[in-house]
């Protein structure tokens, strides 16, 4: 991510004349380059025709409309956490209209003032105006509206982390005979195991990828096993009131995460919560392709190419997804959300089927509230949910590892954790294949989101799709610079339709 001196460099770049400006119709201004030379006169040329492109895909995206609905009678229901509140939680509507005077003023003088009542630092919200260099800009990516609040879809959403929260401890192997899971699967409409799955057909075999499970190749160091320090079951967060009040806005509790002495393999949603927040898989991923025999790996492949195209695709993260969370949709977090539920605000309407749920009322019983339980000390970030950053990351690492494999391949011994997660055991089922397995790792990263309670399932299925078209950008403009027919990749996005670049 760029820093507030990186951009300001660039907005100076820009105004001085030295970038080439591109016409609405998709055309270019800029001048030829000053070399004579054949060669660059070609690559500038195609580097022209790719930005014109990218141009021309741009299109913006609209919120929801929660914040206009909820102005008149002054309860914030968008995305407000580390903004002071008065006893009963509610946020001083003269405070957030401050804020998005701030934020739409994008001016870094004024961003980089402290707004009082805000603790937190409004700098890094600059990133909404910067900009990557293949690729559409991200700010130009349209999302679909996060669901608005008094929705079905937000109703059925909540409920599903209420459910989640309170099966947190529950192995992934005992879903299909547990009896609460089997309760909370009957009230969403689900089957038992798509808890914490998409609900697609390819998302076969195993809860967790064969990418979060098998021994990584490290050389000179050998084989390295994934077992990793996991939190310790029965602990929650954020369930008291005078917590939860001191969190959202803007304190601390003082309270750290707490891990098991004994690490072992990712077995339960817990476990899954912490593998998210302290491993990033996806170049474990690449060793672990590149350890595969030559029939995996596409034409394109290399281990320096799957590695580059890994980094330069995490440094387009960051742009643009400032500007969708704050600019444009603003949802609050869920344990924002849940505030209002376990203290109802007479101006906030939910759909009446998330009252109805049983899910509250067990998390009553257990925790003696009705706000969700949170699997880290400090709960969510302080950013707005939609779209999900995690989600966006796993969506362009994803991309970038299935341009460069063949996703047919069926990866062999396939394993699966024990009940406990403590050793690994064969897997047997339908056949894995890699680009299957590569998908399920991104939603494996995007989900534990969901089961941390920290994010919704439409924040991340935004936020895959988001990354993926982030990484669909770079790869066709990589692709038509790339000068050789034989050049080029070819993958399955996550809506399984097949996309081709070039000629792989």
């Not at 909370?184 to 808890?195: F, H, K, M, Q, V």
């Not at 949802?331 to 899910?359: C, I, K, Q, Y």
């Amino acid at each position: 991510m760029l820093g507030r001196r990186g951009f300001l460099g660039i907005a100076a770049i820009a105004g001085a004349g030295l970038l080439p400006r591109v016409t609405e119709a998709g055309g270019s201004s800029a001048t030829s380059p000053a070399s004579d030379s054949p060669a660059a006169i070609r690559a500038y040329k195609r580097r022209v025709k790719a930005a014109a492109k990218d141009m021309a895909a741009f299109r913006a995206s609209v919120g929801n409309g929660d914040a206009e609905r909820y102005a008149a009678s002054g309860a914030v229901v968008t995305y407000a956490k580390g903004f002071a509140r008065a006893p009963n939680g509610r946020v001083a509507p003269e405070l957030y209209a401050s804020y998005s005077r701030a934020i739409a003023s994008r001016d870094p003088l004024l961003l980089d003032r402290k707004i009082e009542g805000i603790n937190r630092n409004l700098l890094e919200y600059v990133l909404g105006d910067a900009c990557v260099i293949a690729g559409c800009d991200p700010r130009g990516i349209t999302l679909p509206p996060a669901p608005p609040i008094a929705s079905s879809e937000q109703a059925r959403e909540a409920v599903e982390l209420a459910w989640l929260a309170l099966v947190r401890d529950v192995p992934f192997a005992a879903y299909d005979t547990d009896p609460l899971v089997k309760i909370a699967a009957s009230d969403l409409g689900y089957e038992p195991r798509t808890l914490l799955r998409p609900h697609k057909p390819t998302m076969t075999g195993p809860m967790i990828s064969q990418f979060a499970l098998r021994d990584i190749p490290m050389d000179p160091f050998g084989n390295v096993s994934q077992r990793l320090a996991c939190f310790t079951a029965n602990t929650d967060h954020l369930t008291a009131r005078d917590e939860w009040l001191l969190v959202q806005s803007g304190g601390h509790t003082g309270k750290r995460n707490v891990y098991d002495s004994r690490p072992r393999f990712i077995a339960t949603a817990r476990d899954l919560a912490g593998w998210v927040a302290d491993n990033d898989p996806f170049m474990n991923a690449a060793a672990i392709i590149d350890s595969l025999p030559y029939q995996a790996h596409a034409r394109s492949f290399s281990p320096q190419s799957q590695s580059g195209l890994l980094g330069f695709g995490s440094g387009c993260k960051g742009v643009g997804i400032m500007f969708q969370k704050l600019v444009i949709h603003r949802r609050l977090r869920p344990e924002e959300l849940f505030g209002f539920l376990d203290r109802p605000d007479s101006d906030v309407r939910f759909d009446d089927a998330l009252n109805a749920s049983p899910a509250l009322d067990r998390l009553h019983e257990r925790f003696g509230s009705r706000l969700l339980p949170q699997a880290y000390a400090s709960g969510a970030p302080s950013y707005a949910a939609y779209p999900a950053g995690h989600a966006v990351g796993a969506g362009i690492a994803a991309t970038m590892l299935k341009a460069n494999v063949r996703g047919t391949y069926v990866l062999n011994d396939p394993v699966v954790p024990n009940l406990d997660g403590s050793a690994l055991i064969p897997y047997v089922g339908p056949p894995l294949t890699l680009e299957d397995e590569i998908d399920k790792l991104a939603y494996n990263y995007a989900y534990g989101r969901h089961a941390a309670g920290v994010h919704y399932r439409s924040d991340s299925d935004a936020g895959l799709r988001f990354g993926e078209r982030i990484a669909l950008g770079v790869l066709r403009d990589l692709g038509a610079i790339g000068g050789s027919s034989s050049f080029g990749y070819r993958l399955r996005t996550f809506d399984g339709q097949t996309v081709t670049i070039g000629s792989p």
